[in-house]
């Protein structure tokens, strides 16, 4: 095993192993995933910017974190599925994960911030300008700071001697290649298994109990409208939950699956970035009247 130990200067990402017809279907499903998700969020930031009304601070950065995202991966995954058995070098590697966990762990953050956004308005209305205002940034900060943190510690934990073909299989994804290394890579997986107890057991325990205050704050609102109201604004945030975490426990159950090259399901996150501008402008009535309200301008400057 010694004698085929190397220091590692590329990897050959193999593809899908799924016939043609599947991987033009997917080549299909991507580009347009990628088609809408640039302006669909792109929609979202301009609504945020151009309305006074649409008081989303933490929304716009959900926005950014999908765009960046995206842009980090979808493109990657277009080639390979154009052509199979395609070479990426290690400092690609190493960059294109690095900004793959940045963005992934930073929404997971944004996303437990957001839910404390929603807690405030409703269990504490009197002074919601004044906490929020006063935290909004350093909120933000923080979630990027730890996001980008937690990342560079993974990345400079891969320096790693590998003895397996260097071959993965679809994405450049941390448990994968830890699956190529020979040398010891307990270490790895602490760190792995400590961040996602901070990324997402965490986060998710906090969303729970803002939701849960929530519910009891809701359940005392007198006016049906109120609660309509109240139930319109947390949905909409309550699916994004879902579908971020969701998406993340089934990626790391597959990369635990007794066949990970043959399983598609980590790449199914990649929809994500799409789905989160439509469900916030379909559930949330705020984003909804914002985008009537620009329409109507357009609609309103082209008449004159």
Not at 154 to 166: A, I, K, S
Not at 179 to 186: F, N, Q, S
Not at 212 to 229: D, P, V
């Amino acid at each position: 095993m010694g004698e085929n130990q190397t220091v590692v200067t590329e990897f050959i990402l193999l593809g899908f192993c799924l016939g043609p017809r599947i991987q033009i279907l997917l080549f299909g499903l991507f580009s347009l995933s990628y088609t809408f998700t640039l302006p669909g969020n792109g929609v979202i930031l301009g609504l945020i910017s151009l309305d006074s009304r649409l008081l989303y601070f933490f929304l716009s950065h959900l926005a950014i974190v999908d765009i960046a995202y995206a842009c980090n991966t979808v493109p990657q995954m277009l080639g390979d599925l154009l052509s199979p058995a395609k070479a990426i070098s290690f400092a690609g590697c190493m960059t294109q994960t690095f900004l793959f966990l940045t963005f992934a762990y930073a929404e997971c953050l944004l996303l437990a911030v957001i839910s404390y956004e929603q807690y405030v308005p409703i269990c504490h209305p009197l002074q919601y300008s004044v906490i929020v205002s006063s935290i909004c940034i350093t909120l933000v900060v923080i979630s990027w700071a730890c996001g980008s943190l937690l990342a560079l510690v993974h990345v400079g934990l891969l320096r790693l001697l590998f003895c397996r073909p260097h071959e993965i299989n679809h994405f450049f994804e941390i448990l994968s290649v830890l699956k190529l290394a020979c040398a010891d890579t307990w270490l790895n997986q602490v760190v792995i298994f400590v961040a996602s107890v901070f990324v997402l057991v965490g986060p998710l325990c906090l969303v729970l109990v803002s939701y849960t205050c929530i519910l009891f704050a809701i359940h005392r609102i007198q006016s049906g409208e109120g609660r309509r109201k109240a139930f319109s604004t947390c949905s909409s945030h309550l699916c994004v939950v879902g579908l971020s975490f969701g998406s993340a426990i089934i990626m790391y159950m597959a990369s635990k699956s007794s066949h990970p090259a043959e399983d598609p399901f980590p790449v199914l996150q990649f929809f994500q970035p799409m789905l989160n501008p439509l469900i916030y402008s379909l559930r949330n009535t705020e984003v909804k009247g914002a985008l009537r309200r620009a329409l109507f301008k357009e609609s309103h400057f082209q008449l004159e």
